[in-house]
């Protein structure tokens, strides 16, 4: 299932769906996700810190930490004319990756933009397995975001 704001309706139409990945987020995709703890990260992000949080943290929002810890800003990795295409493209691939990981949950990806002419387009794209009680992302409220927004449920 997919849901997006009408922010995002006109990048949606305008991407470059052949644009390569830059090689640096080739090897984030390529690593794959490490399971830990309950949690599913992107392994390139996992660290000695990650880990302690998650066996000595005692965190309670599970969804909400593997949110933080797998965002990545794909403007770090691309030239700033082809962030939304890089953004999509990367956003599908992870999609594949995530679906041969063999998670046993419901997955939530999500992309968002900031779009500025001055500095330029600015895009993240994270994902979090879906827990009750644990809500990052409400997927029904999607079109009171002012920013581009687009949800992908891997169920």
């Known amino acids: 299932m997919e849901k997006f704001n009408k922010q995002m309706l006109d990048l949606m139409r305008n991407h470059d769906h052949a644009a390569p990945l830059p090689g640096e987020l080739r090897d984030v995709l390529d690593a794959g996700i490490v399971e830990s703890c309950q949690t599913f ?8 810190n990650v880990q302690s949080c998650l066996k000595f943290g005692r965190l ?3 969804s909400g930490f593997e949110y933080t810890q797998n965002k990545i800003h794909l403007e770090d990795y691309c030239k700033k004319d082809n962030v939304v ?4 493209n990367f956003l599908d691939e992870l ?6 990981a063999f998670v046993q949950k419901p997955v939530i990806l999500v992309l968002s933009f900031q779009l500025d002419s001055e500095f330029g387009d600015l895009a993240s794209v994270t994902f979090y397995c879906e827990r009750e009680g644990q809500s990052v992302i409400d997927m029904k409220s999607i079109d009171g975001y002012s920013h581009p927004l687009f949800v992908r449920l891997i169920d």
Do not use: G
């Open 41 to 48: 990260i992107f392994k390139s992000f996992y660290s000695d």
């Open 95 to 100: 999609t594949l990756v995530l679906q041969n």
């Open 85 to 88: 295409s890089v953004a999509f």
């Open 60 to 62: 309670r929002d599970l």
